[in-house]
C-alpha cells in the first residue's frame, strides 16, 4: 500500500468508517501476530498482545498523525509489549512455581520450523531485534528508533542473535 | 547462518491458529471501534493546534482535580468496548439442561433451559435447595424459603441484616449471616439458633457427605463447625482472606479462596496446596466443578483491566491451568452446568453472558443486554445481575 493510500485509510477510519478499520485490521494485524509469536513463543499470549495494540491504536486513533506510518506505530506497541511480556513471564516462573498465569509455552502443534523453535531460546531482547529486521524488515537505524536503543547496540544483538541461531542449528556462523 | 537465510526462513514462517485469532481479535477491535466516539475532524493546522491544546488542557483536568480519576476511567471504558461482536442481542437459551438462579436489582429470578424466566419476586442473595425444589433467599431482614413459583413458604425475621444462606447438602439446615453473626435454621424455618457470634463477611459453605458440618470464616481462621451441637471440628489459620468457601463434592478438599489466591485444605482442616496471584491479578471467582475433578476461577489484571477465566485441576496429577477465556474488563462470576459441560461467564463490563465450553473443545455462545434483561430500568453495566446457581439437569 502506498504512503498515500495508508495515509486515506487513517482518515477514513479517523472519520468513522468501518471499512477502513477493516483493511486497517486485515493488512496490520496478521503481521503483529507473528512478530509477537515469534517473541514471547506463546499464541494466546501473541493474540493478547495483538489485540491489544490494535485496541491501543482504535482508542488513539484520532490523535493519530496520519504523516507517520501506521505500521511501525503498532509494530513498536507490539514488540515493546511483547518483550514486557517475556520478560515477566520468566519471572512469574521464578515466583509462582506451580501456578502460571496460564499455560506454559508449548510447542505448538504444527510447527515444525527448527528456526523458529531456535528463535525462542534467545532472550527476549534479542528475538526482538531479529523479528524487527527479518520479520516486519526494519533496516537497523528504523529498530534503533522504534525500541529506543542505539545503533550500534542493535547491530550487536543482530549479530549475537544471528551467531546463537547458528549454534542451536548446529550451522556455521555467517 | 546467513542473515538472507534467517530472513527467508521467518518469512516464510506461521505462526499457529492466525486465521482463528484474527477472527477473535476482530470481534474485539470492532466493539472497540464501534464503542469510541469519533471526534469531528479538525480544520487545517489552526483547528489541530486548537484540538491539541483542549486535549492537554482536559488531560491536566483529569490528572489534577480529585474527580479527575473517575472521569479518566470512564472516559477509558467509553473505548474500550470489551465484549463479543457478534453476540445474540438477547438470552436465547442455556446451552446446557437445568436452571439458572440470577440475583437482579429487580430480585431473584430462574432461568429455564428454553431461556423463558421468571422473577420469583424482590428477594436476594438466593440460593437453590439441593435438588433445586425450593429457593432460599433474603428480604432485607428475613429469611425466606420460596418455592419456583415464587410463593414464599416460610420467612424468619432477625433483628440485624440477613445474608448468604446456603443450603445443607441434605436439605433440612440453612446456615445465614445475621449481623455479623452465623445462625442455623431447619429446612422448615424452625429452631433457628446462633453457631457463632463473629464471622466473617463470606459465605458459609456445608461439607458434602456429613451430617451438618458447615465451614465459615472468623478471626482470619477457617473453621468446620457441627451445626447441630456448635462443637468445633477443626479451625485452621488462613491469612488474606474473604471471599469464597467451596467444598469439593466428594467434602475431602475445601477451597478457601481470596482475592490474593487461594488455599487447599483436607477434610481434617490441613494446608494441603497454596496457590499465590500472580502479581498484579485479584482472584474474584471459584466454582468447583459437579464432578469435582476441576476448578474454574476467574482472575482479573489490576493494571489493564483484563480479566482471565481458568480451569484447573483439583487432586491427582497437577498441572498448568488451563486458560479457557481472556477478556477486556471485568468478569464477575463463573459458573458449572450442572453437567460439567459449559461454564458460565458473567461479564459485567462487557454486559453479556459467555457460555464456554469447559474443556479443550471450541465453543462459545455470547448473550448480549444482559442488564434490561432482567431490569429494564438498568441496562447497563451497573445493573448487570449475578448468576447465583446453575442447578439440576433434572
Known amino acids: 500500500m502506498s504512503p498515500r493510500a495508508e495515509r486515506a485509510l487513517l482518515r477514513e477510519a479517523q472519520a468513522g468508517s468501518a471499512e477502513a478499520l477493516e483493511e486497517l485490521f486485515r493488512r496490520f494485524w496478521t503481521p503483529a501476530y507473528r512478530a509477537a509469536y515469534f517473541v514471547v513463543h506463546d499464541a494466546g499470549a501473541a493474540e493478547d498482545i495483538a489485540q491489544e495494540a490494535f485496541l491501543s491504536a482504535v482508542r488513539s486513533l484520532e490523535r493519530f498523525d496520519r504523516r507517520r506510518p501506521f505500521g511501525p506505530w503498532l509494530n513498536r506497541i507490539v514488540v515493546n509489549r511483547a518483550i514486557d511480556h517475556a520478560r515477566a513471564g520468566a519471572l512469574r516462573r521464578e515466583v509462582l512455581g506451580e501456578w502460571e498465569g496460564s499455560s506454559p509455552p508449548e510447542p505448538d502443534p504444527g510447527e515444525h520450523d527448527e528456526l523458529v523453535a531456535a528463535l525462542a531460546t534467545l532472550p527476549p531482547d534479542r528475538r526482538a531485534v531479529v523479528v524487527l529486521r527479518y520479520v516486519l524488515g526494519y533496516t537497523p537505524g528504523e529498530i534503533a528508533k522504534l525500541l529506543g536503543l542505539p545503533r550500534g547496540t542493535v547491530n550487536s544483538r543482530l549479530r549475537r542473535a544471528l551467531d546463537a541461531l547458528a549454534g542451536a542449528l548446529g550451522e556455521d556462523a555467517p | ?394
Not at chain 2, 471467582?285 to 480451569?311: F, K, T, W, Y
Open chain 2, 1 to 394: 547462518m546467513s542473515a538472507r537465510r534467517v530472513e527467508q526462513r521467518l518469512r516464510s514462517a506461521r505462526a499457529p491458529g492466525e486465521l482463528d485469532a484474527a477472527n477473535r481479535s476482530a470481534d474485539v477491535v470492532r466493539a472497540g471501534f464501534t464503542a469510541r466516539e469519533p471526534r469531528p475532524a479538525a480544520r487545517g493546522l489552526r483547528g489541530r493546534i486548537t484540538v491539541a491544546v483542549a486535549i492537554a488542557l482536559l488531560a491536566a483536568a483529569l490528572v489534577l482535580s480529585p474527580a479527575g480519576a473517575k472521569v479518566a476511567h470512564f472516559v477509558g471504558d467509553a473505548f474500550d468496548g470489551p465484549g463479543v461482536r457478534h453476540a445474540k442481542p438477547a438470552l436465547v437459551s442455556l446451552p446446557a439442561r437445568g436452571r439458572l438462579l440470577v440475583d437482579s436489582r429487580a430480585g431473584s429470578w430462574i432461568v429455564q433451559h428454553d431461556g423463558s424466566k421468571r422473577l420469583l419476586g424482590p428477594f436476594h442473595d438466593p440460593t437453590w435447595s439441593p435438588h433445586g425444589l425450593f429457593v432460599a433467599a433474603v428480604r432485607g431482614r428475613e429469611l425466606l424459603a420460596i418455592d419456583p413459583k415464587g410463593n414464599v413458604r416460610w420467612s424468619l425475621a432477625r433483628d440485624g441484616a440477613v445474608a448468604m444462606p446456603a443450603w445443607s447438602r441434605d436439605g433440612f439446615r440453612i446456615a445465614y449471616r445475621s449481623g455479623g453473626a452465623l445462625r442455623v435454621v431447619a429446612g422448615d424455618g424452625t429452631g433457628d439458633r446462633l453457631v457463632a457470634r463473629r464471622t466473617e463477611a463470606v459465605r458459609p459453605a456445608w461439607r458434602p457427605g456429613t451430617r451438618h458440618l458447615v465451614a465459615f470464616l472468623a478471626s482470619q481462621q477457617v473453621r468446620l463447625v457441627d451445626a447441630d451441637s456448635g462443637r468445633v471440628r477443626w479451625s485452621t489459620t488462613v491469612f488474606n482472606t474473604g471471599g469464597q468457601l467451596e467444598w469439593a463434592p466428594d467434602g475431602r478438599t475445601l477451597v478457601v479462596a481470596g482475592p490474593l489466591g487461594l488455599r487447599l485444605l483436607d477434610a481434617r482442616g490441613h494446608v494441603v496446596r497454596t496457590l499465590e496471584s500472580p502479581p498484579g491479578w485479584l482472584l474474584r471467582n471459584i466454582a468447583v466443578s459437579p464432578h469435582g475433578d476441576s476448578l474454574a476461577l476467574v482472575r482479573q489484571e489490576a493494571g489493564s483491566g483484563r480479566s482471565e477465566v481458568l480451569r484447573m485441576r483439583l487432586g491427582g496429577r497437577r498441572s498448568a491451568p488451563q486458560r479457557l477465556f481472556t477478556g477486556a474488563g471485568r468478569i464477575d462470576e463463573v459458573e458449572w452446568s450442572p453437567d460439567a459441560r459449559w461454564l458460565l461467564l458473567a461479564w459485567r463490563d462487557a454486559n453479556q453472558w459467555l457460555f464456554v465450553r469447559s474443556s479443550a473443545a471450541r465453543g462459545l455462545r455470547a448473550y448480549a443486554g444482559i442488564a434490561a434483561a432482567f431490569d429494564p430500568r438498568h441496562p447497563h453495566a451497573a445493573g448487570f445481575p449475578a448468576a447465583a446457581g446453575w442447578c439440576c439437569s433434572r
